[in-house]
């Protein structure tokens, strides 16, 4: 797990500028390589073959072919990928996935990603081709952004590493009403900063350096791959995908440790962990509010110590989070929405603070398993286009008794609302923002998508590529990283999530539970207690309460009231003053819209306003 740089022309004391930006990545160690056409900037995270032979940009030659790359990522099925390349006459000299995504390359060209099973983020400078070839794994877990001008082009593992050049700074505003108006997040491959995109999850690109062209497409496409299955729900099959999953995340020359907030997900993890290796020390981190309502200490607690593993905690206050929260800014470099990216942070400092390099996490289980209820609203609607009427009252019934509520059938009426109603109620909810904004980009199709699903299946299939995980990825990636921990996220295992979106809804939510699947086939390796919780808190943190504390309003309205915050042209100040007021006497929770501006606007100042 690395850093990677780079531009198409030769200047090494930019890309090394470029290394030092990111070197939170990789702390272990640092390379550079450069020549006429290009340079590659590299820091390391030693994971695999610790040996000074791991060192990149890494060279292989065959043939009279010699290839360099700089590479972050785990390639989980290398050995296996190296038995073969070696039957074809291929050598190695390390013991790293790295050298074998280059021999991969040498003997299948652009299609060696397809073979890959894991993530990545990696640039191929083919000197043979003279080309650089770009390539991002299937779901978009490790980042690579790029700048290009019709003439050069600049890559890097994290913005910031872009930004070392001396290119136009300037918010993209379209990307801004985006996340403002629709609450979407890393759904483009356009950023927050104008001209600086990312290569997209499941793409390909190619630069190549004579005729200065780029063009990138796409190798993977979800929908298409799950249309050509037809799976059955089976219990014991989703097991064996599963501790398959985990135990290929185990692979290490360090220690492994995990995540572990008390829901399903983690637990599930930290269970097949411990399944998998019955004996040795397993280190977990968790998150806590020890009194609060959202804390899950007793969840926690019961996995600890079913599973007999190292228990570590933390916590935060308003104190915290405003000593924090320009680092944090810095760290995700894109605007977020909630302080649960903060309480990701502060888990994996304490990872790094206990020796940890490597922790396994639950993300990408929701979007796969329908684990938000939410999700109930749009098969309720798949169950009432079916004219399965019948299940349709059971299913609601079964969720209010379970739930207490009927969310999600007020979800469902919506859902089923023609688009250009929902459009309208849609833009109630945004007062604060300025008319001007809105009109300005109201047509934008962001949101087109999501309106018009019909079907569970093609919500989680949209969760999965579009509204939900990218930006999930996003906030993990950046948060791990900035403490120098690599993340791996079993539940985004390729075979895994097109086997369980191949099947029927009933396999993922039924009876007013969600996560069926995932229940029945971890029965005997998931305490009871955590495979039938029906409740779900996620990874909450009291986000509405420290604006209520003095130190948390004197924060939130110092920024609201200055004069940086009432020129900006996407809000209106003084109602968003209106609704901070409300928010603190209690009048209506506001604190999700209140922190989406705070940090927008600080955003601004940070990366924007102060160059």
């Given at each position: 797990?690395?850093?990677?740089?780079?531009?198409?022309?030769?200047?090494?004391?930019?890309?090394?500028?470029?290394?030092?930006?990111?070197?939170?990545?990789?702390?272990?160690?640092?390379?550079?390589?450069?020549?006429?056409?290009?340079?590659?900037?590299?820091?390391?995270?030693?994971?695999?073959?610790?040996?000074?032979?791991?060192?990149?940009?890494?060279?292989?030659?065959?043939?009279?072919?010699?290839?360099?790359?700089?590479?972050?990522?785990?390639?989980?099925?290398?050995?296996?990928?190296?038995?073969?390349?070696?039957?074809?006459?291929?050598?190695?000299?390390?013991?790293?996935?790295?050298?074998?995504?280059?021999?991969?390359?040498?003997?299948?060209?652009?299609?060696?990603?397809?073979?890959?099973?894991?993530?990545?983020?990696?640039?191929?400078?083919?000197?043979?081709?003279?080309?650089?070839?770009?390539?991002?794994?299937?779901?978009?877990?490790?980042?690579?952004?790029?700048?290009?001008?019709?003439?050069?082009?600049?890559?890097?593992?994290?913005?910031?590493?872009?930004l070392q050049h001396n290119i136009p700074r300037k918010p993209n505003d379209a990307v801004i009403f985006d996340f403002l108006y629709y609450n979407l997040l890393d759904h483009t491959e356009d950023t927050f900063f104008e001209g600086i995109k990312r290569l997209m999850p499941g793409y390909n690109a190619v630069f190549d350096l004579n005729t200065r062209k780029f063009e990138a497409w796409k190798y993977y496409d979800l929908r298409e791959r799950i249309e050509k299955r037809k799976e059955i729900s089976d219990p014991q099959g989703f097991k064996d995908l599963f501790?398959?999953?985990?135990?290929?995340?185990?692979?290490?020359?360090?220690?492994?440790?995990?995540?572990l907030s008390g829901g399903l997900d983690s637990s599930s993890i930290v269970c097949a962990m411990r399944h998998l290796?019955?004996?040795?020390?397993?280190?977990?981190?968790?998150?806590?509010?020890?009194?609060?309502?959202?804390?899950?200490?007793?969840?926690?607690?019961i996995v600890v110590d079913e599973c007999r593993v190292s228990w570590y905690r933390t916590t935060f206050n308003v104190e915290d989070v405003l000593a924090d929260i320009i680092d944090l800014i810095r760290t995700q470099e894109e605007p977020f929405s909630t302080l649960s990216i903060y309480g990701q942070y502060r888990v994996m400092k304490l990872?790094?603070?206990?020796?940890?390099?490597?922790?396994?996490?639950?993300?990408?289980?929701?979007?796969?398993l329908a684990g938000y209820h939410y999700f109930f609203g749009y098969y309720f609607v798949e169950l009432l286009r079916k004219f399965k009427w019948g299940k349709l009252l059971r299913e609601i019934l079964a969720y209010k008794r379970?739930?207490?509520?009927?969310?999600?059938?007020?979800?469902?009426?919506?859902?089923?609302?023609?688009?250009?109603?929902t459009?309208?109620?849609?833009?109630?909810?945004?007062?604060?923002?300025?008319?001007?904004?809105?009109?300005?980009?109201?047509?934008?199709?962001?949101?087109?998508?999501?309106?018009?699903?019909?079907?569970?299946?093609?919500?989680?299939?949209?969760?999965?590529?579009?509204?939900?995980?990218?930006h999930l990825l996003r906030?993990?990636?950046?948060?791990?990283?900035?403490?120098?921990?690599?993340?791996?996220?079993?539940?985004?295992?390729?075979?895994?999530?097109?086997?369980?979106?191949?099947?029927?809804?009933?396999s993922k939510v039924s009876a007013g539970i969600t996560k069926v699947l995932l229940r029945k086939g971890l029965k005997g390796i998931l305490p009871d207690e955590i495979r039938n919780r029906a409740s779900k808190v996620g990874f909450a943190t009291p986000d509405k309460d420290i604006l209520k504390t003095n130190e948390g309003q004197k924060f939130a309205l110092a920024v609201i009231d200055s004069e940086s915050f009432k020129k900006r042209p996407y809000w209106d100040y003084r109602k968003v003053?209106?609704?901070?007021?409300?928010?603190?006497?209690?009048?209506?929770?506001?604190?999700?819209?209140?922190?989406?501006?705070?940090?927008?606007?600080?955003?601004l100042r940070e990366w924007m306003d102060n160059g």
């Open positions: 797990m690395c850093g990677i740089n780079g531009f198409s022309w030769g200047d090494e004391e930019l890309v090394k500028r470029m290394n030092d930006a990111i070197r939170h990545r990789g702390p272990d160690d640092e390379g550079v390589y450069v020549d006429d056409n290009v340079s590659l900037g590299h820091v390391r995270l030693a994971i695999i073959d610790l040996s000074p032979k791991g060192h990149q940009p890494m060279k292989y030659e065959k043939d009279g072919k010699e290839v360099w790359i700089v590479y972050n990522g785990e390639i989980y099925n290398f050995m296996e990928i190296r038995k073969e390349l070696e039957e074809k006459g291929y050598t190695f000299t390390s013991n790293t996935d790295t050298e074998v995504i280059l021999a991969a390359y040498l003997e299948w060209g652009f299609d060696c990603v397809e073979r890959f099973n894991g993530m990545w983020a990696f640039v191929i400078y083919d000197k043979s081709k003279n080309i650089l070839f770009l390539s991002r794994d299937r779901f978009g877990i490790k980042p690579l952004y790029y700048y290009y001008d019709g003439k050069n082009i600049i890559f890097s593992s994290e913005i910031k590493g872009i501790l398959r999953a985990v135990k290929m995340r185990l692979v290490a020359d360090v220690p492994v440790g995990s995540c290796l019955p004996d040795g020390e397993i280190k977990v981190f968790s998150l806590v509010f020890p009194g609060k309502e959202i804390d899950e200490s007793k969840y926690q607690r990872a790094r603070e206990n020796g940890m390099k490597v922790l396994l996490d639950g993300q990408g289980s929701d979007e796969i379970i739930h207490g509520s009927l969310v999600p059938l007020k979800n469902m009426v919506l859902y089923i609302l023609p688009v250009w109603v459009k309208r109620l849609w833009r109630r909810r945004f007062p604060y923002l300025r008319e001007e904004f809105i009109e300005k980009f109201k047509k934008r199709p962001s949101k087109e998508l999501i309106w018009k699903i019909k079907t569970l299946n093609e919500a989680l299939l949209l969760a999965e590529t579009y509204y939900s995980l990218p906030f993990e990636d950046k948060n791990a990283m900035r403490w120098s921990i690599e993340s791996r996220v079993p539940f985004c295992d390729h075979e895994l999530v097109e086997y369980v979106l191949s099947l029927p809804p009933e003053l209106r609704m901070f007021e409300e928010h603190v006497s209690g009048k209506k929770n506001w604190s999700q819209e209140l922190w989406k501006v705070i940090i927008m606007e600080l955003w």
